[in-house]
Nanobody, 126 residues
Framework: VQLQASGGGTVQPGGSLRLSCAAS????????IGWFRQAPGKEREGVSC????????YYLDSVKGRFTISRDNAKNTVYLQMNSLKPEDTAVYYC????????????????????WGQGTQVTVSS
């Protein structure tokens, strides 16, 4: 079982990135999938969660209207489209699978997620 996060990079404020989370060894569409981030010196925080039902998602307040989580079941991949990026979005971003839940009533704390990707760096700087 493995999650592979990719798509990070360096962009200017106002720019966009799309992160991908590809799974192998299990089927992502059976579980709630979350994106988390961790900035230097800060705790890991939940950014978004998508339910196994594709039209149900949950977002951190500070990213609502700017970030969109989605999934492509045929590719066994979950995406995080990030628009209007701000310097405070700078962090290592991780995707994770919560195999105990299929619905996102919230992002849920990190300890509930049992499979994690390796992280991808997002830097927003002018």
């Amino acid at each position: 079982v493995q999650l592979q996060a990719s798509g990070g990079g360096t962009v200017q404020p106002g720019g966009s990135l799309r992160l991908s989370c590809a799974a192998s060894g299990f089927t992502l569409d059976e579980y709630a999938i979350g994106w988390f981030r961790q900035a230097p010196g800060k705790e890991r925080e939940g950014v978004s969660c998508i339910s196994s039902s594709v039209d149900s998602a949950y977002y951190l307040d500070s990213v609502k209207g700017r970030f969109t989580i989605s999934r492509d079941n045929a590719k066994n991949t979950v995406y995080l489209q990030m628009n209007s990026l701000k310097p405070e979005d700078t962090a290592v971003y991780y995707c994770a699978a919560n195999t105990m839940r299929s619905y996102c009533g919230s992002i849920y704390p990190a300890y509930e997620y049992d499979y994690w990707g390796q992280g991808t760096q997002v830097t927003v700087s002018s």
